[in-house]
């Protein structure tokens, strides 16, 4: 019933930059935490940035001053902007969207994944 739809990977040079979204739609109305994670090839899911719904973030150590969580509660999306891009940045990378429904716990959305490619 929940539809994650993820946009804005792709090639990119080293430096560069890319602004990943994502949105939910469906039987959804009030959204949760947030967060962004990426899985480098032959390793697991890491978190890469997270966002509560009172609004505190956390981001890996690895891209602390290059990336930025955002989110718009109204439209039920979150956004990583991801500056100077570096090789190691490599990944597939994937949202987490969290539900809240009155009177339930919350609940999780994954969406597919989209490659980001960083190289020269």
């Known amino acids: 019933q929940v539809h994650v739809a993820e946009s804005g990977g792709g090639l990119v040079q080293p430096g560069g930059s890319l602004r990943l979204s994502c949105a939910a739609s469906?039987?959804?109305?009030?959204?949760?935490?947030m967060g962004w994670y990426r899985q480098f090839a032959g390793s697991q899911r890491e978190m890469v940035a997270s966002?509560?719904?009172?609004?505190?973030?956390v981001y890996a150590d690895s891209v602390k001053g290059r990336f930025t969580i955002s989110r718009d509660n109204s439209k039920t999306s979150v956004y990583l902007q991801m500056n100077n891009l570096k090789p190691e940045d490599t990944a597939v990378y994937f949202c987490?969207?969290?539900?809240?429904?009155?009177?339930?716990?919350?609940?999780?959305?994954w969406g597919q994944g989209i490659q980001v490619t960083v190289t020269s």
């Open positions: 987490k969207i969290g539900r809240i429904r009155l009177g339930r716990p919350e609940d999780y959305y």
């Open positions: 966002s509560t719904s009172g609004g505190a973030t």
């Open positions: 469906g039987s959804i109305n009030r959204s949760g935490g």
